[in-house]
């Protein structure tokens, strides 16, 4: 009876280690099936997993782009075409300007009258006298205010019988009109006429000085005599321009006034 067990127990036992060595045995492996001829194998690899830039890396080392020959591309996305961008040119800095090559700016304008001056060319041998320091001019005239009347006469002598004697030498050089002043500062003067205008009193004293009386042209009341003025534009100073012009006066102008 034992022995029975026994011999059961055995066979048991064998015929669980037959089939764990028959389940711990390693599959083979399928055979892959075999290519046709010409006819390339596709193979498989793994990409390796991106690399993750380091923090610290990122924040201090700005990229750098690749140098290339050609100007960048950029792509539009609305008709997919590459458009080339033109490089930006480099500026060149442009060499310093020498001091000396600098024009100065020109002096401010300023205007003014110089004159009086007794005549018209007077005036032109001023404006002469200036030369290239005169910007604008213009030559004026200012008329003169006459007085009330016009005298001549030859000057008081030292005694009457004098003037007498003076008297009857311009009528034997063919004067008339003329008569003795017998009172006042002109005593014994010989007066030769008194006109309303100076025209006619200076021919009348040409007349006399040409025969060789001392005559003398006198007015009564006050006289202006016409004059001429130079108005001027310069960016000299005023007093320099009224020295060189040898003007008696220099009068400040408003320039907007000089044409």
Same mark, same amino acid.
């Given at each position: 009876?034992?022995?029975?067990?026994?011999?059961?127990?055995?066979?048991?036992?064998?015929?669980?280690?037959?089939?764990?060595?028959?389940?711990?045995?390693?599959?083979?492996?399928?055979?892959?099936?075999?290519?046709?001829?010409?006819?390339?194998?596709?193979?498989?690899?793994?990409?390796?997993?991106?690399?993750?830039?380091?923090?610290?890396?990122?924040?201090?080392?700005?990229?750098?782009?690749?140098?290339?020959?050609?100007?960048?591309?950029?792509?539009?996305?609305?008709?997919?075409?590459?458009?080339?961008?033109?490089?930006?040119?480099?500026?060149?800095?442009?060499?310093?300007?020498?001091?000396?090559?600098?024009?100065?700016?020109?002096?401010?304008?300023?205007?003014?009258?110089?004159?009086?001056? +007794?005549?018209?060319?007077?005036? *032109?041998? %001023?404006? #002469? @006298?200036?030369?290239?320091?005169?910007?604008?001019?213009? !030559? /004026?005239?200012?008329?003169?205010?006459?007085?009330?009347?016009?005298?001549?006469?030859?000057?008081?002598?030292?005694?009457?019988?004098?003037?007498?004697?003076?008297?009857?030498?311009?009528?034997?050089?063919?004067?008339?009109?003329?008569?003795?002043?017998?009172?006042?500062?002109?005593?014994?003067?010989?007066?030769?006429?008194?006109?309303?205008?100076?025209?006619?009193?200076?021919?009348?004293?040409?007349?006399?000085?040409?025969?060789?009386?001392?005559?003398?042209?006198?007015?009564?009341?006050?006289?202006?005599?016409?004059?001429?003025?130079?108005?001027?534009?310069?960016?000299? +100073?005023?007093?320099?321009?009224? *020295?060189? %012009?040898? #003007? @008696?006066?220099?009068?400040?102008?408003?320039?907007?006034? !000089? /044409?």
């Amino acid at each position: 009876m034992l022995t029975r067990l026994l011999i059961v127990i055995l066979t048991v036992l064998n015929v669980g280690v037959a089939l764990w060595w028959m389940t711990s045995q390693p599959s083979k492996p399928v055979a892959a099936p075999s290519a046709e001829a010409g006819v390339a194998t596709l193979e498989l690899l793994q990409s390796p997993p991106p690399a993750k830039p380091s923090a610290t890396v990122a924040a201090t080392v700005p990229a750098t782009p690749a140098p290339s020959s050609t100007p960048p591309l950029v792509a539009q996305e609305a008709n997919k075409q590459a458009v080339p961008v033109e490089a930006p040119t480099e500026t060149k800095p442009e060499p310093p300007v020498a001091a000396s090559t600098v024009a100065s700016a020109p002096a401010p304008e300023q205007c003014s009258s110089l004159g009086p001056f +007794a005549s018209q060319t007077a005036a *032109q041998a %001023a404006l #002469a @006298a200036l030369g290239s320091d005169i910007r604008r001019q213009h !030559l /004026r005239e200012v008329p003169g205010k006459p007085a009330t009347s016009y005298r001549v006469l030859i000057p008081p002598a030292a005694s009457r019988e004098e003037a007498q004697a003076t008297a009857k030498r311009i009528v034997d050089a063919g004067f008339s009109d003329y008569f003795i002043v017998s009172q006042g500062e002109e005593t014994h003067a010989v007066a030769l006429g008194q006109y309303r205008n100076r025209e006619g009193a200076e021919r009348r004293l040409t007349s006399l000085t040409a025969a060789g009386f001392p005559a003398k042209l006198m007015t009564n009341g006050s006289e202006t005599l016409p004059s001429w003025w130079l108005d001027v534009a310069s960016g000299a +100073a005023p007093a320099d321009l009224k *020295q060189r %012009a040898s #003007a @008696a006066q220099q009068q400040s102008l408003n320039c907007a006034r !000089l /044409r």
